[in-house]
């Protein structure tokens, strides 16, 4: 028979992870389990705090709710988790896990299997001149050849002498730059500050303003003289053929703890592909049981281009696995093995 339960971890980052929201120094995951004929599913339920849309208060009775009902034998098919995309995810993921093997294989293919990597894109945080120099540095020495730097925080000129220093050294055929600035930017210099950041080659940027403001962005897709990527723009909504084709972005980004897990994220793509926007995946600040299985279900696309999943190597006490960052690019790696006990 099938049965339910969950814990809950709090993570703490190796550094304090900057945004235009705020710093981050620790964030909490709570993890679904689910046991039949003894084999365990594991799902990770990731929220990050002032961007996930799951209501704070009750998401724990959530959970337990879930749990309870899956314990009375309710048909797991049937439960619908709208108001609550992290946990839709992890259950989606814990179900999968389960009918896998409960091995943290979701999906076969090359990935898991060890045989290819993800090629990843470097993941540059917001702080000080001098922190961000030395991360982009780091990243281009190990091996990046496309950087995601967070915009939209510190003065305007410090974060255009920064993109002046890299491009002094390395021309776009080196490196690609990608700009986030999550929403950091205005309706009224959203525009100006684009044509700036322009002069430096920028392969695309996220969400230059908040979401919800679908006439100001439309705009600014339309005029901007760099690639625009809608990302916190899809979370809260269902996939919208309306907002794909009156917004006409570049770009999409998918990031399956935010928007509900695997199925939704599929139909984004799907609208996607139909009104020719290119789309990547990104996590959302989950250890490394999210990421896994993200990374699993992102290689079963078939896509080419830099995925954001470098983000495994960020907490002090993420759950040891298999997964290793090699020359720009995630692996599985299946000569490690996992370490569930803090979950288990």
Request: net charge negative.
């Amino acid at each position: 028979m099938l049965k339910a339960r969950h814990t809950t971890i709090n993570f703490q980052f190796k550094f304090p992870a900057g945004t235009s929201r705020g710093i981050l120094h620790n964030k909490s995951s709570s993890f679904l389990i689910l046991e039949e004929n003894e084999t365990t599913g594991i799902g990770e339920c990731s929220i990050i705090p002032g961007l996930s849309i799951d209501p704070p208060d009750g998401y724990q009775q959530t959970l337990e709710q879930l749990c309870s009902d899956i314990n009375r034998g309710k048909d797991i098919t049937q439960l619908k988790l709208p108001e609550f995309p992290s946990i839709a995810f992890g259950l989606e993921t814990a179900v999968t896990d389960l009918k896998q093997g409960g091995s943290r294989k979701l999906f076969q293919n090359s990935f898991s299997e060890g045989k290819t990597g993800i090629p990843i894109n470097g993941l540059v945080w917001m702080g000080n001149k001098e922190f961000m120099r030395k991360q982009i540095h780091e990243k281009i020495d190990t091996g990046f050849r496309c950087i995601k730097i967070k915009v939209g925080a510190l003065e305007l000129e410090t974060e255009l002498a920064i993109l002046a220093d890299i491009r002094k050294e390395f021309s776009p055929d080196d490196i690609e730059i990608r700009l986030d600035a999550n929403g950091g930017f205005n309706p009224g210099n959203g525009l100006e500050n684009l044509k700036l950041f322009s002069e430096y080659h920028i392969h695309s940027i996220e969400q230059p303003i908040k979401p919800l403001q679908w006439e100001e962005m439309a705009v600014i897709c339309e005029k901007s003289p760099i690639p625009i990527a809608l990302d916190e723009e899809l979370i809260g909504i269902s996939p919208s053929k309306i907002l794909l084709e009156e917004i006409k972005p570049h770009f999409i980004i998918l990031k399956p703890s935010l928007i509900g897990g695997f199925t939704v994220a599929e139909q984004w793509i799907t609208l996607a592909e139909k009104n020719n926007i290119e789309w990547w995946i990104t996590s959302a600040l989950e250890s490394n049981v999210g990421l896994n299985a993200i990374a699993q279900w992102t290689a079963s696309l078939h896509t080419a281009l830099p995925q954001g999943l470098g983000t495994g190597m960020l907490y002090e006490n993420n759950i040891p696995s298999p997964l290793e960052i090699k020359n720009a690019q995630l692996f599985y790696n299946r000569h490690r093995n996992w370490d569930l006990s803090s979950i288990l």
